[in-house]
């Protein structure tokens, strides 16, 4: 049983488990609200449509999909790991799952769709934390760097 029918999931990227997923989707008759959507370069698009962001890898470096969900104000649930760390503060601008928390995910997505006051929370604390990250804060930092030079 779906707890929300008229939610979409929607994926994006390639990967080894593409077939297994469609699979997957196939045989819990998933495929009104899952859709793969492949490699994206205009996953902003996608971003905007979104209640929130979800990213379960295992490593990142700096995790540019985080970055644009903050930028865009959505609420972004993340695993643990180093390079999501570097940007969300658990419970302060997004939610942090540890990989081995099977219910972690699930829990913090459906706590999301329910409680719109924490999710706001979230964004709002995401768009401040992110302004280091802005085009005119990197440009001025990089004109410290050359005109100093």
């Known amino acids: 049983v779906i707890k929300y029918p008229e939610a979409k999931l929607l994926l994006a990227g390639n990967g080894p488990e593409h077939d297994n997923l469609v699979k997957l989707i196939e045989e819990l008759n998933l495929g009104d609200n899952v859709e793969l959507l492949g490699y994206r370069t ?3 698009d996608y971003v905007n ?3 929130l962001v979800v990213s379960a890898s ?3 470096g700096l995790p540019l999909n985080i970055m644009e969900a903050m930028i865009c104000g959505k609420p972004v649930i993340a695993s643990d790991n180093r390079g999501h760390r570097e940007l969300i503060k658990n419970n302060e601008n ?3 799952i540890k990989l081995d928390n099977n219910n972690g995910f ?5 706590s999301l769709i329910e409680n719109k006051k924490i999710a706001n929370y979230l964004c709002k604390n995401a768009l401040e934390m ?4 802005s085009v005119e804060n990197i440009k001025e930092e990089l004109i410290k760097i050359y005109i100093k030079k």
Do not use: A, M, T
Not at 130 to 133: E, G, L, R
């Open 106 to 110: 699930e829990n913090s997505i459906n």
């Open 58 to 60: 295992h490593r990142e």
């Open 49 to 51: 449509i979104c209640d």
């Open 42 to 44: 205009d996953i902003q």
């Open 130 to 133: 992110i302004k280091p990250f």
């Open 94 to 96: 997004g939610k942090l």
